[in-house]
């Protein structure tokens, strides 16, 4: 699916079918990273626990690795 990408970009989250999110959470744990839009700025979307999705943040973000990021978690 990401085609050698390290992260997949999402347009518009309503039109993502059932067999797409199963793709994204395969990607996700691939540590590929999710990019969204939200009301006011993009947001990316990985699996904290992966130490490979972490490192594709700093990497897009071009962000020093000595920088902490926020992080917002969803408990289920």
Known sequence: MNNGKKYLKIDNISDISDDKWTELASELKKGSLIIYPTDTVYGLASIVTN??????????????????LIALFKFC
Do not use: G
């Open 51 to 68: 130490e490979q999705s972490i490192n594709n943040i700093y990497l897009a973000k071009s962000r020093s690795f000595t920088s902490p």
